[in-house]
């Protein structure tokens, strides 16, 4: 299927802003709001507290009727450190695709759901047409939380969300939902010549890791089980260590950051518990001879899973959009979906252009194919709202 000369262009100028993790998203915002009144569309701008960064929504249609969300995030991950062989801010056409830093993760979809708001601007609307564009969703779904604050205020809600991460436009119904936590461990510092008379926190740390792969197994084997993921049961993972000053110095503290990855039917607290009471034992058995040993976990951040029924209206809409090509899948990777489902009330799935596989790495692509099928995706659903 061929894009739209539309929709790729507006591709080209959102890989132009370098809206990275954790920098301002402003430009990019403030260019698709310009964009939509261009047409004849309002937007509404939920900032954050520094007012460095914006979630956009936007309605086309009636409303009082209930229509469908579309909704994607506005970051991009770093470029730093990768062999990228052409400017990753500056779209670049060939072989058939698009290359650029968020080609496929995911302003590609962003910018077939503009040509689509605009489509739909242009006709007449019995159910709405919804947009919503996050920022900082990378880090763990960190802005879209402010809109979804506001959005339960409106008149009447969306019957549905399509989050367009990159599926290959298959219909993702389910990921894991995500814990992020860091557990300092409290020790004695002293002269490394003396060390048996402190109490290494770095030891403290290590026991604790050991104790996290215990949890693990325990999680493997009588866990909860979804042999639709490629891993089909919850996960913990170390993902850093930071401890020590120098060689010669008992460290007193060393913090590790781990994660939990669950399945929608695992309870994260339950996991966490269990961690926490492994966590208990060490400590106590620490204090025994250093009343000043502690660990305390605490949690950074966290989002739900998704687990969309395969029966539900929601999903029957979207196959009927996409007719004999529709496959249902769950994917690897956390969303926004879970928060739409567990803010709004209302069925999420996952469907958008371009392969995950190609998501975060040097020479980030998508296919001219893939925004296509997006293209002539987004066209049914518009029509199906007239």
């Not at 919804?130 to 506001?150: F, K, M, N, P, T």
Request: include cysteine.
């Amino acid at each position: 299927m061929s894009a739209s000369e539309r929709s790729i262009g507006y591709l080209n100028r959102l890989i132009g802003f370098q809206s990275i993790t954790r920098e301002s998203n402003l430009d990019l915002i403030e260019w698709v709001s310009a964009e939509l009144r261009l047409h004849g569309i309002a937007s509404r701008l939920v900032h954050d507290d520094s007012g460095r960064k914006a979630n956009l929504y936007a309605r086309v249609g009636p409303e009082d009727q209930a229509g469908i969300m579309l909704s994607g995030h506005t970051d991009v991950v770093p470029v730093a450190g990768q062999p990228w062989t052409s400017d990753p801010f500056r779209a670049l056409q060939r072989d058939g695709a698009i290359y650029g830093r968020g080609a496929c993760d995911m302003k590609g979809y962003i910018a077939c759901a503009l040509s689509a708001m605009i489509d739909a601007s242009e006709a007449t609307l019995q159910r709405p047409l919804h947009l919503a564009l996050s920022y900082d969703e990378e880090i763990g779904c960190v802005g879209v939380r402010r809109l979804l604050d506001v959005l339960p205020a409106m008149r009447v809600r969306p019957t549905m969300c399509i989050i367009g991460e990159p599926t290959s436009m298959r219909i993702g119904l389910g990921h894991k939902g995500k814990a992020a936590l860091r557990a300092l461990c409290c020790g004695t510092a002293g002269h490394s010549a003396l060390s048996p008379r402190f109490l290494n926190a770095i030891h403290l740390a290590a026991d604790l890791v050991k104790s996290i792969q215990s949890v693990q197994e325990q999680v493997r084997q009588s866990g909860a089980m979804d042999s639709d993921y490629d891993i089909p049961y919850s996960t913990l993972h170390v993902g850093h260590i930071d401890g020590g000053k120098a060689l010669n110095i008992v460290p007193e503290q060393c913090a590790i950051d781990f994660e939990i990855r669950h399945l929608a039917q695992d309870d994260p607290d339950a996991i966490l518990g269990a961690v926490q009471a492994k966590a208990e034992r060490i400590r106590d058995a620490a204090r025994e001879n250093f009343p000043e040993a502690d660990i305390v976990i605490e949690r950074l951040n966290s989002y739900p899973g998704l687990n969309t029924h395969p029966t539900v209206q929601a999903v029957r809409f979207v196959e009927g959009l996409l007719g004999d090509d529709a496959t249902r899948i769950k994917v690897a990777f956390g969303t926004e979906g879970g928060l739409f489902e567990q803010k709004l009330g209302i069925p999420v799935v996952v469907c958008g252009p371009g392969s995950i596989e190609q998501a975060h790495k040097a020479d980030e692509f998508i296919e001219l194919s893939q925004l296509g099928a997006c293209d002539e995706f987004l066209k049914k659903l518009v029509g199906s709202l007239c």
